[in-house]
């Protein structure tokens, strides 16, 4: 039996994170008192609540063709019963509208590059760069290429969106809406289409895009390291002491020939890279990264599938966690969809996640199988320097004409912004628009010490940098998520897997048969002459990507010996594998630990559900328990420090919220990566990556002559100076956050979690951030830790990735099944789903998930019948 909510848990003292500010146009005084004055005289209640859902009673609607029956528990999940799949998708569309739209109409602002329509000029960088990349764009074509079925889905849904704005506007869709007014009072709401819908996926795919980041911090390094310095920085995934997903691939029959690209003869051509000069990434790149989420400290996923053999029940158990931004609302809407008779017509019977604004369900499990995902890591993006003359580029020794198209962006209280774009072979040119590209397109090669290729002589012309990602050209995810929504087995679940090219994911798989599988999807390059790392010479077509990996030799597993599966973002392969998939895994600390915790329970005895949430609830902090290893018996001669180095002799390497040891063992961490990879500011290493760095640390401790335990900037010259610098500040830091009295020490607070709306609670307007944003909430975890609560070296401990939902699915009975997200089912303010499942995912808890028609009417509290307007 599954642990269930229990009550409220105190949160700790306010600690406010790292804003993401979107520069909101400058009425913030007016805006305050307005919003008081409406408080104080009881409009503002009149003005929240207006747009909270009808739930019960009946509504109808143009454009329904038969009766439709939503049911909500008490956490305002909807489950939708429809006697057709243009009347299931068109409800879903209505009641994601109901509960969510803001976050839908922001969303397709920020995927469409129309930012600035709602906030003004501050936007126009954002907004042109996103143009530039044209998701919105590409959504369209998809749209246009979405099979006859598929398409009718979208459709309907957008009809239900649509129908409830009909009857719905300003303040009455949602509280923002009203506060937008101060500012903005000319905007109107724009009808939805199925390309808002199918651009969100672009969104996700960029929060999940790969290594861009980690290949402009080698970059940047590159004056000031050496290049063995840099390899010891970011060193291989460690293959001997942590696992792949898939140490023997499983043929299975039936595989099939992805469309598109094709394995060329150059693929197996030797990687060779160019180094160039990069300059600081700012601006552009982080407000993108703010808006849809970035692939910051911590973003990944856990999940896992064990066979009926470990298990209790005979049967196979499925759990997942997705690491995403601790967004306000969260990122995921829980959701049943129904088809009164389930027949080949008809043929949804599914519960899980979805993302407001889409139809479907992305996580989950119908009345046959169960799946989730993790991100693959792989490299899907390339950096590709041009050759430019006027409206032309340089291609094998000839001129070839730029694709050109000007966009027009609208700017709320502003002039509209005229924005050429340009694009080559590969992709959009980028540079000019973000100062790191710009910086390579302005001398990309400044000494030849620093090229390591040696491509043909450049061709005249300027430099620019294009951008090619898989996930800029037309793909079949919009489909893929109906097909996994009704397979029915693992040929079927490989079928959908094929079609889910964009973003490219870890797919786990079970079925009421008792099997269990692994599948890697997605669209991913097979590179020519270069391996990705670095840019590549564009005007050299050697340079190309030269075709995808064939689907059929993608890695997949079936049924394996070891009776489980666990995918954490590490390597999926070893490095026998025929083709480059990545550099930069992450190095799979979190995989190890959860196939130590596996194998360790079910020795002991047969796995259960609440198993799997304990696993998931797993704190235990590696680095921790190395730094405990190194300072046993290490003192410094100051009482107070050594009584704080004291704590981590009897600690159980728990990040538990309460810990006093981890507290002092999380200052220490990043007390240490500071003091050794810190040399000022023209010459500081990034402190990017926990994981990463965990090993780095490891190696470093048992090589105390290394050079790195120097620092002359401290006045430190050896590894055991570095140690005691390092216990001395961990403790008077945490001394000035928390007092001076170790015993009174917590990790909770100080890496508490404040839930931040994406928007206006980010305005830095006191009483609008407060209507919409909540916490702090004291939390455990850590970066790279299972419970995957993520924080960032050198800027505070505060939680700023999280575990955005959690789901255990019992194959045995999926009444039996649990689930939780971040903050609950509804988007408004001051619902009473705005943020009821917080406290439960606080705690490391699940509810019941109720999926029979049986469980779902005994959990029901609120029906809903929608019916056709006559």
Known sequence: MLKTPTGPTPVSTPQRSRGRTIGLIAYGIVAGIVVLAL????????????????????????????????????????????????????????????????????????????????FGESQ?????????????????QEVEELDEAARSY???????????????????????????????PDYEIEPWTPADSVAWLKAMAWDLRGNIE???????????????????????????????????????????????????????????????????????????????????????????????????????????????????????????LRCATVDESCPFDVSGFGFSGMPGVVIGHNERIAWGFTNLTTDVTDLYLEKVEGDEYWRDGELTPLDVRTETIEVAGGDPVELEIRSTVHGPIVSGLTPDFTSIAGEPFTGTERVVVEPA???????????????????????????????????????????????????????????????????????????????????????????????????????????????????IVDRDYPYLLTNDWDYGWRAARIVELIERKAAKSPLTAQDMLDIQGDEQFWMGIRLAAVYDGFTTGEDDVDAAIELLKTWDAQNSADSAAAAYANVLWDELVQNLFVRGREAAAPLSGQGRLFLVVDRLLEDPESEWWQNPGL????????????????????????????????????????????????????????????????????????????WTLGEGFQTVTVPSMRMIVDLSDFDASGWNHLTGASGHAFHPNYTDQTETWQRIEVTPWAFTPDAVDDATTDTLTLVPAS
């Open 457 to 571: 002589d450049p061709p005249t012309g300027e430099y620019a940098v294009s951008l090619q990602w898989t996930a800029l050209q037309p793909g079949t995810t919009a489909s893929a998520i109906f097909a996994m929504n009704v397979a029915q087995d693992f040929a079927g679940f490989r079928a959908a897997a094929e079609l889910f090219d964009v973003p490219a994911q870890n797919l786990i798989f079970a079925d009421v048969e008792g099997n269990i599988g692994y599948q890697t999807p997605g669209r991913l390059p097979i590179r020519g002459a270069g391996d990705g790392s670095m840019p590549q010479p564009g005007w050299d077509s050697t340079y190309d990507w030269q075709g995808y990996i064939p689907f059929e030799e993608l890695p997949v597993s079936f049924n394996p010996d070891e009776g489980y599966i666990v995918t954490a973002n590490n390597a």
């Open 715 to 790: 006045d430190v010259s050896g590894q055991e100076e570095m140690l005691a610098r390092t216990a001395e500040g961990a403790y008077k830091r945490l001394a000035k956050l928390q007092g001076d009295r170790p015993e009174r020490w917590n990790w909770g607070s100080l890496h508490a979690l404040s839930l931040t709306n994406g928007t206006f609670g980010e305005s830095g307007i006191a009483p609008i951030e407060w209507l919409f944003n909540r916490g702090p909430y004291s939390v455990g975890g850590g970066s790279s830790v299972v419970d995957a609560t993520g």
């Open 124 to 140: 126009v960088a954002t907004d042109s760069f996103l143009r530039t990349l044209g998701w919105h764009e590409i959504a369209e």
């Open 214 to 336: 980690t290949e402009t911090e080698r970059a940047l390094m590159a004056p000031d390291f050496t290049s063995d310095q840099i390899a010891e920085l970011y060193p291989a995934y460690p293959y001997d002491r942590n696992p792949v997903i898939v140490p023997q691939i499983t043929p299975v029959d039936d595989a099939v020939q992805p469309a598109g690209m094709t394995a060329g003869a150059d693929a197996a051509a030797a990687p060779v890279t160019a180094s160039v000069e990069w300059t600081e990434v700012e601006g552009v790149i982080e407000a993108v990264s703010a808006l849809v989420g970035g692939v910051g400290e911590g973003v990944g996923s856990n999940s896992w599938v064990v066979s009926g053999e470990l298990t209790e029940s005979g049967m196979p158990l499925l759990a997942n966690d997705p690491h995403l931004g601790a967004d306000m609302p969260s990122v995921w809407h829980q959701i049943g």
């Open 39 to 118: 408080i104080a005289v009881g409009a503002g209640v009149w003005t929240i609540q207006r747009s909270f859902p009808q739930v019960s009673g009946e509504i109808a609607l143009a454009g329904l063709d038969d009766e439709v029956t939503v049911q909500r528990d008490a956490l305002g999940i909807p489950v939708i019963t429809a006697e057709t799949t243009h009347d299931l998708f068109y409800a879903q569309g209505y009641v994601h509208a109901q509960d969510r739209f803001w976050e839908m109409d922001f969303r397709r602002h920020v995927t469409a590059g129309r930012v600035a329509e709602l």
């Open 154 to 184: 979208y459709d309907a849904y957008a009809d239900g969106v649509n129908a409830y704005l009909a009857d719905h506007e300003g303040s009455a869709v949602s509280l923002e809406y009203a506060v937008l007014g101060l500012q903005n």
